[in-house]
């Protein structure tokens, strides 16, 4: 049990906080704020998708979309990007929401220029970010692979994928301890102060 603690203690180490709280991908930017209470931060949390947090804004709009482009700035040539559904419904009201958007048809946030909430009706923007030039968002980070001292634990190299995302290659445990868990925390050493993660099937 405690070399499959302590590879997760490393990832904790890694993905852990920064001064101004927990890790959540590079920040690109506060949204510029037009129109209907639009607001929030906007992170890169790898190379197709983008972290919203404390996202706001009314749902008053007629025809509303989250919406990217390679314009110069925000109009009608762009796409509309899905919600954190997957859905490209009509945008509602959002209140403090933190949520994922991925980049449709394997789009990388390096192939745009700006990040939108744009209204196709009347073709304004309500709130928008542009992406810095030569921005790089987060890259997977690997780590050294378990060396497990009992219950045969081992695996291949560690991947950090992003904020929330760990790949174990090649893991091998013969599954006979009764209390073996998944586990994070922050220190040297694996510690009771921690947190289960879920398995591959959650």
């Known amino acids: 049990m405690i070399p499959v603690?302590?590879?997760?203690?490393?990832?904790?180490?890694?993905?852990?906080?920064?001064?101004?709280?927990?890790?959540?991908?590079?920040?690109?930017?506060?949204?510029?704020?037009?129109?209907?209470?639009?607001?929030?931060?906007?992170?890169?949390?790898?190379?197709y998708t983008l972290l919203l947090t404390a996202f706001s804004y009314d749902g008053n709009g007629a025809d509303t979309f989250f919406w990217a482009g390679a314009a110069n700035r925000p109009g009608p040539q762009g796409f509309i990007v899905p919600d954190e559904y997957g859905k490209t419904n009509v945008l509602g009201r959002y209140l403090q929401k933190d949520f994922t958007l991925t980049?449709?048809?394997?789009?990388?946030?390096?192939?745009?220029?700006?990040?939108?909430?744009?209204?196709?009706?009347?073709?304004?923007?309500?709130?928008?970010?542009y992406i810095p030039e030569e921005f790089e968002p987060p890259t997977i980070q690997k780590i050294p692979q378990l060396a497990g001292k009992s219950h045969q634990v081992s695996s291949g190299a560690i991947e950090i994928i992003d904020a929330k995302r760990i790949k174990l290659n090649e893991f091998r445990y013969d599954g006979k301890a009764k209390q073996a868990h998944f586990w994070v925390g922050v220190g040297a050493q694996p510690a009771s102060k921690g947190h289960k993660v879920p398995d591959e099937f959650g």
């Open 103 to 129: 980049l449709p048809d394997d789009k990388k946030i390096t192939d745009i220029k700006w990040f939108a909430i744009y209204d196709l009706l009347s073709q304004n923007t309500f709130g928008d970010i």
């Open 5 to 47: 603690l302590l590879v997760f203690v490393l990832a904790g180490s890694a993905l852990g906080q920064d001064d101004e709280g927990p890790y959540r991908g590079k920040h690109i930017g506060k949204l510029n704020s037009y129109h209907h209470e639009v607001g929030g931060d906007v992170y890169a949390v790898d190379d």
